[in-house]
């Protein structure tokens, strides 16, 4: 598929596929992309998130006061930072503030960030969408930036009786709800992920800007062919890990989110690909060999960004990198990768990214959204629920208590 903004191209052998389920599932996906098009239409349903006319529970006249800040931390787990970190990885070079996160337990991080910051100069966004999310709430306490009338944080949680909402309402801080019918791998086009870009210096309405490319006629078609394709893919267990070849590393932390999004959302009743991070060229010297001639258990994403830093040209008497810079390097071991992996007939999608911008990580996020829900639903899978995960929570509080 090409567009404007970043182009796939998908290699799946016909040996990987069983065209009897393609040819059973094909026939539900009209059904599951016209309730993709009511559900975004609803504005009381997650994918209303798409929609031009979707209504923020802020309003931008409110959060100016906190444009002053040139430092920002943000404190959340999962779905509630991961498309934050995408964004300010991808966009790094429009951004001029200190962007500081928190995604994990770091006793070290977080006591190296609380001795060499004035918090008071320091603007916090803690996010939660259950407001009880034990890591996030850790890393807020340890801080001890709650205070009475606080000028410099904003709790983003659900409306419904929680911890954080308690303290929002305990201390009168600035206040925004977290929809609950959105779930937080999928709130990065939301309130999760526009407020805080918004305030980092991204132009935000530029990040919305494309979302709707994927609903048009010859962009959908794509989506249906490689939805199909990866369900079937999914459904043959033939292919159990997913590796991200990343060529980009201002792609590293989108891919992240993607980790977080396929997994929680595929991952159930048996089924699911395990998505592995691997960064090009690197990778080259240690993971490669596995790759090619290993078990043939593996789909890889390959990213490359065609947007390139001038280098200078090499001098040297090796002739096969003398008058080449470090950008035709790259892509010729990335063009080798491809070669490599069509000759062997590994299974692949390759993903060229035209430049960094807002109007392109804002479509990036789309698609996968959408392709990975489509595949639930054609899987007859729950793309929106988390068991595991909710197991693990309630297994911990249990232990703490």
Known sequence: MIKKNFKIENKISNKFLDFK????????????????????????????????????????????????????????MGGSILGNEAINNFLAKKIKKKIYFFNNLDPKKIFNFKKNNKLKNVLFIIISKSGNTIETLSNMLYLKVIKKNSNNII???ESQNNFLL????KYNLFYVEHKKFI??????????????????????????LNINNVFKKKESLFLKKSSINLAALLNSKKVTNLIFLNYAPELEKFLFWCQQLIAESLGKKGYGFLPVI??????????????????????????SLDEKYKTSNLRSSLKFINKKNLNDIKFAQKNALI??????????????????????????????????????????????????VEQVKNFTKKLLS
């Open 21 to 76: 389920f393609i040819k059973k599932i094909s026939k539900n996906y009209k059904n599951i992309f016209n309730e993709i098009l009511l559900e975004k239409n609803n504005s009381n349903r997650m994918l209303n998130i798409f929609d031009e006319k979707y209504k923020f529970n802020f309003n931008l006249n409110d959060i100016q006061k906190f444009k002053k800040f040139k430092t920002i931390a943000i404190i959340g």
């Open 155 to 157: 709790l983003i949680t």
């Open 166 to 169: 308690s303290v929002a309402r």
């Open 183 to 208: 779930g937080g791998r999928f709130s990065v086009l939301s309130e999760v992920g526009i407020l805080p870009a918004y305030l980092m210096g991204i132009n935000i309405k530029k990040l919305r």
């Open 278 to 303: 691997s960064n090009a060229p690197k990778d080259h010297h240690s993971l490669l060999q596995l790759y090619l001639d290993g078990p043939k258990d593996k789909l890889f994403y390959v990213f």
């Open 339 to 388: 070669q490599s992996l069509k000759k062997n007939k590994i299974p692949f999608r390759e993903f060229k990214i035209k430049k960094t911008s807002e109007e392109v990580i804002g479509e990036l996020f789309t698609y996968f959204i959408l392709e990975t829900i489509i595949v639930g639903k054609l899987m007859k899978i729950n793309p929106f629920n988390q068991p595991g």
